[in-house]
């Protein structure tokens, strides 16, 4: 079951790399509309919850900025200002990096782990356990962000990727 898992967020990752492989830096922070969700921003939202995601498996993901949240957590407002943001390189070298941390604890993890509750409790409502967040966050969640992208390459005249 695990290989499948592991099988499906690899394809929707590469997806997610293809939609953006094109685009410069410059592109990153294009905003067709305020407060569209733009490449950049895309990316670091993702970045923040893979480093979750490697969390709760027991994994240590590399230390975020202090404002990080602020910037790219759920709620947050993306801004066309490119000083606020990274160079696409800096993004696709921490995924590649967290994700391969999680795709080794994914193979290592055991059932009794995955059925451990999450640990906020505020968060429980919505994922009662680990592998709840695991399997949400690991599929449906970057996908959903992906179709974002795609759409903002429309809005660009770019090709769908």
């Not at 404002?67 to 160079?87: C, L, Q």
């Not at 709840?132 to 962000?145: A, I, N, P, Q, S």
């Given at each position: 079951m695990l290989e499948a898992f592991i099988g499906t967020i690899t394809h929707t990752r590469n997806a997610t790399l293809k939609l953006v492989a094109d685009l410069t830096d410059d592109q990153l922070t294009i905003q067709p509309a305020p407060k569209m969700n733009h490449p950049a921003w895309v990316l670091g939202h993702l970045l923040m919850v893979e480093a979750n995601f490697l969390s709760l498996l027991g994994?240590?993901?590399?230390?975020?900025?202090?404002?990080?949240?602020?910037?790219?957590?759920?709620?947050?407002?993306?801004?066309?200002?490119?000083t606020r943001y990274k160079p696409k390189q800096f993004y696709l070298d921490q995924l590649a990096?967290?994700?391969?941390?999680?795709?080794?604890?994914?193979?290592?993890?055991?059932?009794?782990?995955?059925?451990?509750?999450?640990?906020?409790?505020?968060?429980?409502?919505?994922?009662?356990t680990i592998g709840h967040t695991v399997f949400m966050y690991g599929t449906w969640h970057e996908g959903y962000h992906a179709g974002q992208l795609s759409a903002w390459r429309r809005v660009q005249g770019l090709p769908p990727a």
């Amino acid at each position: 079951m695990l290989e499948a898992f592991i099988g499906t967020i690899t394809h929707t990752r590469n997806a997610t790399l293809k939609l953006v492989a094109d685009l410069t830096d410059d592109q990153l922070t294009i905003q067709p509309a305020p407060k569209m969700n733009h490449p950049a921003w895309v990316l670091g939202h993702l970045l923040m919850v893979e480093a979750n995601f490697l969390s709760l498996l027991g994994g240590t993901a590399p230390a975020l900025e202090a404002n990080w949240k602020e910037i790219y957590g759920g709620g947050s407002v993306p801004v066309a200002d490119k000083t606020r943001y990274k160079p696409k390189q800096f993004y696709l070298d921490q995924l590649a990096q967290i994700r391969s941390q999680i795709i080794e604890k994914l193979k290592a993890v055991k059932p009794e782990q995955l059925a451990q509750p999450h640990p906020d409790p505020a968060r429980r409502d919505r994922f009662p356990t680990i592998g709840h967040t695991v399997f949400m966050y690991g599929t449906w969640h970057e996908g959903y962000h992906a179709g974002q992208l795609s759409a903002w390459r429309r809005v660009q005249g770019l090709p769908p990727a």
